[in-house]
């Protein structure tokens, strides 16, 4: 998932969706130079990461998008998936999405707790872009595979992942609606925790 799910599953705690956004950002194993919530955010997004990629719903759909997008079906799915989560979002909170967004984009966190300069640059761009709030549309989503098509390093079709999106939207739906179900069950308890 990409942004708009990481943020979903970090249950309404506002300074852990910034800390598992930054999670995106962090190398390495060693966390202990980070705040307890930074730490707790960034092993969230990592365990998102990772049941998202080992995920058996997920690996079948990959299988299947790979031909019409060589390498990168991986990262086609995330936008799909928050593409599909943005405009189904009443199916999963009971928050409007509008609101949900205004909370987390209103919320000032403490720049020294994230020093990573490349993470404040997309926060801005993420904001003033309206990225969140784009998701829902296919001219969103279509924006969206663009940007993230530009900044890979090596050549790709990612920017025609809307057309792939519209040919297989049936599928992926349904692929995203049975993964939702697990991934929700799977988390659930873990954010309660990280909460605590």
Known sequence: MNFLGHIYFSQNNLELMYANIFGDFVKGKNLSHFSPIVQKGITLHRSIDSFMDQHPIN???LRGLHADLPKVSGL????????LLSKNWKDFSDIPLNLFIQNFE?????QVDYPNESFHHVLM?????QWLQNY???DGLDEACKGVSQRITFPNVLFAAKDVFIAHEQQITTAFYEFMKEAISFFEPKNKDVND
């Open 125 to 129: 761009r993420m904001k003033k872009g």
């Open 136 to 138: 829902a549309s296919l």
């Open 76 to 83: 086609a799915i995330d936008l799909f998936y928050d593409h």
């Open 106 to 110: 209103n919320y000032s966190i403490n």
């Open 59 to 61: 690996k079948h759909l």
